[in-house]
């Protein structure tokens, strides 16, 4: 394995500090590895990365993580770039992360709604009907659109009366 490889596998293995089922990757805020010429014949480990979204709390301790274990991996130059563009989406959440959402007890989001333009205000939380992570029923219902990250819904499940949270589409 080349070292841009090991560096990109070390990165892509970093967990979220909120849903610490995921890896980076597997929520899609892993953006990309390279590793960069220095002046004096080094190289620099580049990670890119995007936050779920503006003001995201977890995004310094996203970029120590990523530092940390690159450093702990002899990767002695660490640098993590933040991208914005183009913004992160719910929809970068590969299936092993779904699925490890869903291991979890939590509703994997379904897709993100796509617009283009200006964005009509709506007052009201969005409607949806998120399985149950639990016993796969759609007969729930939300009881509040804040649950433990901002990120996350909390929902009652009908059927077997399980609350469970469900992360949202962004």
Known sequence: MNPRERAREVAAGVRDPE???LTLADLGVLRGVELTPDADGGETVVASITPTYTGCPALATMRDDLVHRLNDANFDRVEVRVVLDPPWTSDWISERGRAALRAAGLSPPG??????GPVALTLGPPRRAPACPRCGSTATRPITE???TACKALYRCT????PFEHVKEI
């Open 159 to 162: 059927g077997c009366l399980e």
């Open 146 to 148: 804040f649950g433990s």
């Open 111 to 116: 897709p993100a709604r796509r617009t283009s």
């Open 19 to 21: 849903m610490p089922m």
